[in-house]
């Protein structure tokens, strides 16, 4: 994870954002983005979801069983086990 947020950050000159839709709900978070920096397979799944759509949304939850081990916490493949610190600074 933190080699892909490195490439993530040489690609784009900055880490992964949240996404917000214009009314400013979350659309998804930085995982996403991360997702083609994580290798074929994670490319494959983020060129699949609907990035228009939030997380949740019934177009995409079908794919969160399909999120790379990487992400998932090593006693619970169910959990993410990352979360990413932002603000300003």
Same mark, same amino acid.
């Given at each position: ?33 991360? #997702?083609?920096? #994580?290798?074929?397979? !994670? ?6 979801? !609907? ?29 993410? !086990?990352? !979360? ?6």
């Amino acid at each position: 994870v933190a080699r892909a947020l490195e490439r993530y950050h040489d690609d784009k000159g900055h880490y992964p954002p949240l996404v917000h839709r214009r009314d400013g709900k979350d659309l998804y978070s930085w995982r996403v983005m991360l #997702l083609p920096y #994580l290798g074929p397979d !994670a490319e494959a799944l983020h060129r699949k979801l !609907a990035l228009d759509k939030p997380w949740h949304d019934p177009a995409n939850l079908g794919h969160l069983r399909k999120m790379p081990v990487a992400l998932a916490h090593p006693d619970n493949p169910d959990v993410l !086990a990352f !979360a990413l610190l932002t603000g300003p600074g």
